[in-house]
Structures are given as C-alpha cells and as structure tokens.
C-alpha cells in the first residue's frame, strides 16, 4: 500500500477548546500498530495542558503506523499515526 493512500490520524477535530498551547503529549495508545480498527475507536489518549482527551480513528482500517509514541511531545497540526483504510 502506497503512503499516498494513508489517513493520517489527526488532533486538530479533538483539540480542546480552552486550551491556550499549541503542543501536547501522548499519553497512552490503546491500539498497536497492525491493530484493525473502526472510525471512532479511540486510538490513543493525549494530554494539551491539563486537559486529557481521546482521539479517535477517522476511518476503519488497520493502524500502520505510529509516529508520535507514548510521552512523545507533538505539536498541534502534527500527524500521530497512519492507518491504511479498508
């Protein structure tokens, strides 16, 4: 599967909103890479200040890849994960 055909897993949507930063940190992922999932499984927890949330897979698929792992600080913007779309 090319690259090109890969969601990316995003937080923008799921930002919290009273949130002033622009940067984050993965808390926890719930699914490993190779792990199918259906969109709106949470994939992983993040933390934006004080505030926790889930962010949820954006379509079904499999979980290729991980890119920001846990404690991994992000920015807002950044991609977490790929998954490959079914």
Known sequence: MSADSRVPV????????????DEGVVINWFAREGTRVSAGDP??????????ADVPAPVDGTLAEIVCAEDDEFER??????????
């Open 10 to 21: 995003a937080v923008d949507d799921i930002w919290p909103e009273a949130a002033d930063a």
């Open 43 to 52: 994939l992983c927890e993040i933390q934006v200040e004080k505030a926790d």
């Open 77 to 86: 913007g950044d991609t977490l994960g790929w998954i490959a779309p079914v």
